[in-house]
């Protein structure tokens, strides 16, 4: 499908320091990792592949093509690269997968009579409503 070592080379990563609250070491060390991947100018997959991402992730890419993803659930630097690197995969994978083509089908005919049946119920109830004509 895709060369993992090949797409992973081509991710740059920056270490920023976590949000929230948190004390001294929270304040002082650069343990939330983002990740960018330029999807537009990627090497590794070709124009058919480029245009199914490109429509499945257009709501997670910029405006440039560009795919961002971070982590701050650990406290480790190491492990946050880890837990985005396997999301940043896994979203790869969803958007390159194709989706299956709709069979239509027709609407039994069996549920078409119980419709009408209930309308028809529903109508006498109302109708049973009125007072007697005399």
Same mark, same amino acid.
Do not use: C
């Given at each position: 499908? #895709? !060369? =993992?070592?090949?797409?992973?080379?081509? *991710?740059?990563f920056?270490?920023? $320091?976590?949000?929230?609250? +948190?004390?001294?070491?929270?304040n002082?060390?650069?343990?939330?990792v983002?990740?960018?991947?330029?999807?537009?100018?990627?090497?590794? #997959? !070709? =124009?058919?592949?480029?245009?199914?991402? *490109?429509?499945?992730?257009s709501? $997670?890419?910029?405006s440039? +093509?560009?795919?961002?993803?971070?982590?701050?659930?650990?406290?480790?630097?190491?492990k946050?690269?880890?837990?985005?690197?396997?999301? #940043?995969? =896994?979203?790869?994978?969803?958007?390159?997968?194709?989706?299956?083509?709709r069979?239509?089908?027709?609407?039994?005919?069996?549920v078409?009579?119980?419709?009408?049946?209930?309308?028809k119920?529903?109508?006498?109830?109302?109708?049973?409503?009125?007072?007697? =004509?005399?």
């Amino acid at each position: 499908m #895709f !060369d =993992e070592a090949l797409l992973i080379s081509e *991710l740059t990563f920056k270490a920023i $320091r976590s949000s929230g609250a +948190g004390g001294q070491h929270v304040n002082k060390v650069s343990s939330k990792v983002v990740l960018n991947f330029d999807l537009t100018n990627s090497q590794v #997959f !070709d =124009e058919v592949q480029v245009d199914l991402l *490109l429509k499945n992730l257009s709501t $997670r890419l910029t405006s440039e +093509g560009t795919l961002i993803l971070y982590s701050d659930e650990s406290r480790s630097q190491h492990k946050n690269k880890e837990l985005v690197v396997k999301r #940043f995969l =896994e979203l790869i994978q969803l958007g390159l997968k194709v989706p299956k083509k709709r069979k239509p089908t027709k609407v039994p005919r069996a549920v078409k009579l119980k419709r009408l049946s209930k309308k028809k119920q529903q109508a006498d109830k109302k109708a049973n409503r009125k007072p007697p =004509e005399i």
